[in-house]
């Protein structure tokens, strides 16, 4: 008996010894094969809409970015198209490591289905699918619209989840504050929200603008991990979809004026000319709306004295302080905006047309109908960890309709007079709380106010 439990004693002693070196190799190579799986995968629209962005991140250097499409990946022949990779150094103390991955898919059939993995010979995504939008303005798009969603308590992302595999959007704007934050924890945070997101944005184009959450290191973790039309680090964009003109901007030029001054030029400079572009006769005949999206609100309904105090001008509305520069309620009056969309506020607010503090409704009985003014949305409800935010006790005259439920913004341009919006409420399980026509004969300039 004793010789047995000294051989059994023996053989534990001698597994203890060995299990270091048994467990070592394994898992090794399970991280380098995990280090170069892609992750974080999401869409964006490019330079038109035939164009589609493919972006991923990777723990490891890789040796390609690679992105193998077609119509039916069991059935067709994949096509394969190289792309390129950055690496990105997050700026906490860890000063952690991820190489971010671009693939332009270019000249795309419209109005087609496609099925997509992306990677490199060391490790493929799974396979994923988009539909590209129908050619021309002659089309009806739908997209979900909402700021402010954390990847702790992020009340709507089961809902747009749904949704997204229903087909339902064309598009999803998401109007700044992501993860709270992106460089939280050396950026592991950020890359769990965009783990998070990809059960929607590796669908659809998810298409974004910066908020104030994004400021650390000078925005470098939105910057790296999003790629926007055009060359401006996705700070300020705009794209076409069917009979509207989207414009993104940043409202944090604003703002975060230490990492220069120059931003905040150059981007009212691009919006004048964009908006002028976009307002020429021709233009606004094929794509007669003009929606705008950016974080910070110029109006509110809540408390929050550095937001919303008419006392305390929000700069975006009415330009830097005491200069007076740089506006944009003025601009987007001038080029005729019709609507503008906000969030920053953790609520939903409707707001009556409005200028410069003054409501200019169409008519008493259908004040959106052929509105005097362009039409405000704020909707930074999806969720986050902090939470709602209460309102006013006290409701401003904008104020037409408002709800702290959690949820996010629907909106469908049926045409090139008819725009439909809906709040959806995560709270009232998808119940819709709000919902309203937005009715334009004619498109252009305002009349001088009264």
């Known amino acids: 008996m004793q010789r047995l439990q000294f051989a059994l004693l023996a053989s534990l002693l001698l597994l203890v010894l060995l299990l270091p070196g048994i467990r070592s190799t394994p898992i090794d190579q399970d991280v380098d094969i995990v280090h170069y799986q892609p992750e974080q995968v999401h869409l964006s629209f490019g330079d038109n809409l035939r164009d589609i962005v493919v972006t991923w991140s990777t723990r490891s250097s890789p040796n390609a970015s690679v992105v193998k499409f077609s119509r039916n990946y069991l059935k067709d022949e994949p096509i394969m198209v190289n792309g390129t990779w950055q690496r990105f150094v997050d700026g906490g103390k860890k000063a952690r490591t991820q190489y971010i991955h671009n693939v332009e898919l270019k000249d795309l059939e419209p109005d087609t289905r496609y099925e997509y993995s992306c990677g490199s010979p060391l490790g493929w995504s799974a396979v994923f699918n988009f539909k590209t939008p ?49 460089d939280t924890s050396n950026a592991a945070v950020g890359d769990a929200f965009m783990r998070q997101i990809e059960s929607v944005a590796a669908y659809v184009p998810y298409m974004v603008c910066p908020g104030n959450h994004e400021e650390k290191y000078n925005f470098s973790n939105y910057r790296a991990r999003f790629n926007m039309p055009g060359e401006t680090d996705s700070l300020w964009y705009s794209f076409n979809l069917g009979p509207v003109h989207f414009v993104s901007f940043s409202t944090e030029v604003y703002y975060f004026l230490s990492y220069g001054f120059k931003l905040l030029t150059k981007q009212f400079e691009w919006l004048e000319r964009d908006l002028a572009e976009a307002n020429l006769p021709e233009n606004r005949a094929k ?37 007076k520069w740089f506006g944009l309620e003025d601009l987007f009056y001038k080029h005729g905006v019709d609507v503008e969309i906000f969030a920053h506020e953790h609520f939903y607010t409707r707001l009556w047309p409005i200028y410069d503090y003054k409501v200019y409704n169409g008519s ?78 004619k498109h252009g300039a305002y009349p001088s106010p009264q």
Not at 138 to 166: C, H, V, Y
Not at 298 to 323: A, F, H, V, W
Request: net charge negative.
């Open 134 to 182: 129908p050619a021309g303005e002659k089309w009806s798009p739908s997209l979900a619209i909402f700021g402010d969603m954390g990847n702790e308590n992020a009340q709507s992302m089961g809902r747009l989840q749904q949704d997204t595999e229903r087909g339902m959007y064309d598009a999803i704007i998401h109007v700044g504050d992501f993860a709270y934050d992106m």
């Open 287 to 323: 794509r007669p709306w003009i929606i705008t999206y950016g974080h910070r609100p110029m109006y509110c309904s809540d408390d929050k004295e550095y937001d919303c105090n008419s006392q305390l001008e929000t700069y975006i509305r009415q330009g830097l302080p005491m200069l």
């Open 364 to 441: 008493a009985e259908a004040p959106y109908t052929n509105p005097k003014a362009p039409i405000q949305i704020i909707t930074g409800s999806a969720g986050c960890k902090e939470e709602r935010e209460p309102f006013s006790n006290d409701l401003p005259i904008w104020n037409a309709y408002h709800s702290n439920d959690y949820g996010y913004t629907r909106l469908k341009a049926h045409n090139g007079t008819h725009l439909h919006f809906e709040q959806v409420s995560d709270d009232q399980n998808g119940a819709i709380v709000d919902s309203f026509w937005v009715i334009k004969d």
